[in-house]
């Protein structure tokens, strides 16, 4: 669900915003209006959490039972999927669990709701998840699963060699030379396969080095092209020198997982779903996790998750919304993180000790979280992220010209400011 981050290219969406969004007024008196059985659909369950989660509802709830509709784990078929289910306006689909790049795209298409803020505990979540849920001023919807880079690295190795977990660029760029060099293994590796996981391994790059690629609102292009450069550089660097194996030029998340796991690789950015099966494999007690790098200290990582909908075209709005706050109550969200091992949104799930005793990586991920960014909220997210993806990959591919991120940090923006001026 969280785990493969995937674009499609939007055909046709840009006719279709303008009516959407008036549509979407007409409709925001009708909201949380209508009772009954209700569906939530969202990404396969790949951990058989969800259902026991229903099933408590609907011994509560009889006459408004949740059914779960699992589309597709790849997110770009659960949008395309959704997609097609909202532009035909059926109300077959309740609640949406939505990835959280595509706020600003369902919300301005007018096929989800905006929601009440005080229906919802959202001062007791992490802040930076609850602003993924937001889209110009308004709630759209409610945060259940959050999620954040982290760097994966062989404590063993680093301890042989005198190495401290690294905490900048330059760091990791030493210490993965000499594992390299002296092991025989990867020296790091991140998605580099040219997809949504190029995008937020290219983003956190910018945003670490202090640039952006979008304003918040998503209405301007605000990339500063020494910072793009700059972050862009970082991962060029790599591949010509080395110690990013040229093979991670095919990496997703799961193949990063594989490599980091199977001892191939010294250093690995991943989501926290890696952490589970590396205690079960041949580096178990030999890893650690910590944030992110960047320039000149800790990095700033690229927010991921899911959040929560309410389908603009729904006749049970009402029970899909008390759905919604029954799903992501504090007793629930401690099931997700214990079942499901997803990361909460509620900030203090990340400081009980009984939990961090079973997911010892939850501080520094609360510290990641508290640290990213959204990814550049846009309606035309996915048009976006195909262009960062196609770009970067150019530049990560041999052979290397000098002025490459130049002219790619240039290029891209052009064509980023083409997407923003069509919307």
């Known amino acids: 669900m969280v785990r493969r981050l995937i674009p499609v290219a939007l055909a046709g969406l840009l006719g279709l915003l303008g009516a959407g969004c008036s549509a979407a007024g007409a409709r925001e008196t009708e909201r949380f209006g209508g009772t009954g059985p209700f569906t939530l659909v969202i990404g396969r369950d790949t951990t058989a959490y969800l259902q026991p989660l229903l099933d408590r509802w609907n011994q509560t709830h009889p006459g408004e039972r ?25 109300d077959r689909y309740d609640v949406l669990g939505l990835d959280v790049v595509w706020t600003a795209e369902f919300a301005e298409a007018g096929w989800i709701l905006p929601l009440e803020r005080a229906m919802f505990p959202l001062n007791r979540f992490l802040p930076p998840v609850v602003d993924t849920a937001v889209y110009r001023g308004k709630l759209w919807a409610v945060p259940y699963t959050s999620n954040a880079g982290l760097l994966y690295y062989r404590k063993d190795l680093l301890a ?95 193949e990063s997982r594989l490599a980091f796991q199977e001892g191939r690789l010294a250093f690995a950015r ?55 706050r029954y799903f992501t109550s504090l007793e629930n969200q401690r099931r997700v993180l214990a079942d499901g091992s997803f990361p909460p949104v509620w900030a203090e799930l990340y400081d009980d000790p009984g939990l961090i005793k079973r997911f010892p990586y939850l501080p520094v991920l609360k510290q990641s979280i508290l640290s990213a960014r959204p990814r550049p909220a846009s309606a035309n997210y996915n048009q976006v992220s195909l262009v960062i993806a196609s770009a970067v990959s150019n530049a990560l591919t041999p052979p290397f010209t000098k002025d490459d991120s130049d002219d790619v940090a240039s290029s891209m923006k052009g064509q980023l400011e083409e997407i923003i001026r069509a919307q």
Do not use: C
């Open 66 to 90: 949740a059914t779960l509709l699992e589309l597709p784990e790849a997110a770009d078929e659960q949008r395309a999927q959704m997609v097609a289910n909202l532009q035909a306006r059926s």
């Open 160 to 254: 042989k060699e005198g190495f401290k977990p690294p905490k900048t660029w330059g760091e990791l760029r030493t210490q993965a030379r000499a594992l390299h060099g002296k092991y025989g293994i990867g020296g790091y590796a991140g998605q580099f396969l040219a997809y949504e996981g190029l995008t937020v391994n290219f983003a956190e790059a910018v945003q670490s080095a202090g640039g952006q690629i979008l304003s918040p609102d998503g209405t301007k292009v605000t990339m500063d092209v020494t910072k793009a450069k700059a972050g862009l550089d970082f991962l060029v660097d790599g591949f010509r020198e080395g110690w990013i194996p040229p093979e991670s030029l095919s990496f997703k998340e799961e």
């Open 270 to 324: 991943n989501w926290p779903h890696a952490y589970g099966p590396a205690t079960d494999s041949s580096v178990a007690d030999r890893f650690g996790v910590t944030r992110l790098p960047g320039p000149n200290g800790p990095g700033t990582g690229s927010l991921g998750g899911y959040n929560l909908a309410v389908s603009a075209f729904s006749k049970r709005q009402k029970s899909a919304t008390e759905f919604i």
